[in-house]
Structures are given as structure tokens and as C-alpha cells.
């Protein structure tokens, strides 16, 4: 038995589990030794993760640097760099499952400094802005984000619809994939341009800003998971947390909601009914599915800034499941009624559609914050940053220039 050998067990054994248990004594069953035997080459389970990062950005730099070369690069526009770059992110992705589970739970959903993408790629000698000229950076880093997030989220469906099946995804399921990741990316909805640059942007943000606000309050009991689940995350939120933030005994709680399962999906269902209702709401006075839709982002943008636990919440669920298909009701699902006319390789359904605005949405707010933490954002503001959102959703980067 080699290093490599437990390497690849543990990204498999711990990858199914999204990496909620990390146990020597699985990954030794499933190479068939006995757990002293791992001793030998790890001298704990810290050593193990941690030779678990060095694996995983030892190949991703290496294939990065071979697909993407910066004299090839020197002769593209901005815009097919950025294509290039997420064509290369997701055949990478949809050809190593373990490692796109690796990178969704232990990197996107690390808190560590130290394992971040951007600083362990830039100790490997691959800078991303390298690829960029220095007129094109502050055009590309906000929608190569965008871009490359719509990879994550495209190659999380394609391996959840894979799920139950054994063996390698074929040549033909993969290109289908990677073009109608491209697809997308490029021309988004597919929208006419003309009627995207009409609408009455500030007008529909006041009266959007002033749907939010209307929003009845959560309950106190809601707040609590809310802010567990914050806090800890949705698989440490323990019911012992949530009653101890409600000032309710554990068996009070239980009263409540027979498990903890039960509790996450309450939170989830009970707020996304409060941003179906104001979309519906909105999307009465809209003219049109450009302007509904526009309406919707709004809406959805101004209340989860204004309730952050819930927004850091559903940011634990981006990162950790992406799954929200369940939840989402069908006054949401309403607003993307448009989606059979979205021409991509592959077909998208309403409820995929939404999957991907909810999902880029709750990733721009959780960005925007950062960003404005650093210093970034500071000229360009919320409204702004959310009509680009919405340009790229309805025009992709073609339409954007």
C-alpha cells in the first residue's frame, strides 16, 4: 500500500459524505488494512487532510498550466479568455467527481486562509490575473466569478443526475454538458438586448426595496435556527444550539419539530415562501419576463441583505449541497416559465433555471459583501453590481460588451 493509494481512498470514502466524518478507521476498511497500517505513512488524520490539499492543488495547477497557456491567451479578447477559462474548469470538474467534491466542501467551504484558491494557486505559480491584460482585470474578475460559478453549479447537477450510476460519464454526456455550460456563459437567456437596456432599472429598485421591507418578521424560534445554522453550519446546527438560542429546553424544541432534519427544512421552505410571495407580488406588475425577472432578483437581493443569517444559510447550502430543487415553490418556478425557449445543448427545465439564478444570486451577495469588506466595491455599490448580475442571467458576456 502506498501514500497514493490512501490519498485516493480518502478523497472517495470521505467524499461521500461531503466530508461531514472524516475517519481513519473508514478509509483503512475501505483499503482492506487495519487502521495502524495508516500510521505508517500519516502520522494522524491531520496529516492526512492536509497531504489532501497538497494532492488536489498539486494536479488542479498542473492541469490549469496546461490548458491554459498565457501566449495562447495573448491573442484572445476578454471575453474568450473567460470561456476558456470555465471550458477548462468544467472538463477538469466533470471528469474528477472526488475532486470537485473536495473543492466545493474543503476549498470554496473552507474558512482557512491558507487553503484558498487564489493563495494556493498563486504558491504553485498559476496567477489567474497573469492571463489578463491590466484593462481587462477589472472586467474579468467580477464575470469570470460569475462564470465560473455557473461551472460549479452546472457540473453539481450533472454528477447529482449521475448518482446511481456506475462507471465513466460518456464523450457525448460530457461535451453536452461543457457546451451548454459555454452556452450560457456566453449568451445566457438569450434575451433581446434592446429590451434588457429599456427597462426602468431604478424604478423597479425602489419599489422592490419597498416590497422587502413590508416583509412580515420571522419568528423568534425561526430566528434561532436561522442563526444556528449560521453560525455552525447546517450539519452542526444541533438542536441542542437552536433551543439554547430560542430559550426553549431541547424537549420544547422537539415539540416543535420532530428532528433536525425536519427544523433545517422548515427554515428553508418558511423563507423561501416569504420570497415566492413578494416575486409573485412584483411579477403582477411587470411588463414582460425580462422585467419579471428583473423584479424577482430584486426582491430576492434587498430581503436576504437585510436578513444576513438567512443568507448565510442558504450560502452554507451553495457551497455544501447546492441541492435546493425541493424547496423552491412554485410562484418562483413561475417566473422562468420562459425556459423552454433558452437554447442550450443540453435542455433546461424551469426548475433548473432557478436553481442557477437562486444559486448566482446568493453567491453575488455573499461576494459583494466581501468585497466591499475590501475595499473593492466601494464606488460601484449594490444596485450596480446586481444589474450586471442581471445582464449576465439574461445576455451571458456576449451581450454584455
Known sequence: MKKDDILRAAFTVWGKDLYRTTSLSDVARALGVTKPALYRHFQNKGALMEALYEDFFDRYAAFLRGAVLPEEFSTLDKTEKIVRIVRTVAEYYLRHRSDFVFSCTMVLGNPQEEHGMAAEMNRRGFRMEDLLSKDQRAYAEFFNHLAVMTAFFFVAQFHGSRASEEGEPSLEALAGAVDTIESLVRRGFGFKKEIVDRIPYGVLEQEGAKAADSVGETSELMKAVAQA????????????????RSGLSKSGLYAHFRS???????????????????IDSQGRLAEGPEERLYRALVVTADYLQSHPDILIALDWIRIKRFDLGILIPDKILSVFEFSNRISTPVGLDS???????????????????????????????????????????????????
Open 351 to 401: 426548475l433548473t433555471v432557478a436553481q442557477w439564478v437562486m444559486f448566482l444570486v446568493v453567491n453575488f451577495l455573499m461576494y459583494g459583501s466581501k468585497e466591499k469588506i475590501e475595499g473593492k466595491m466601494e464606488d460601484q455599490g449594490y444596485p450596480w453590481g446586481l444589474r450586471r448580475l442581471y445582464r449576465y442571467i439574461t445576455l451571458g458576456l456576449e451581450g454584455w460588451q
Open 229 to 244: 445554522v449560521a453560525l455552525a453550519g447546517p450539519w452542526n446546527a444541533t438542536m441542542e444550539l437552536v433551543a439554547q
Open 260 to 278: 433536525k432534519r425536519e427544523m433545517l427544512r422548515e427554515l428553508f421552505v418558511s423563507e423561501f415562501e416569504k420570497i415566492a410571495a413578494m
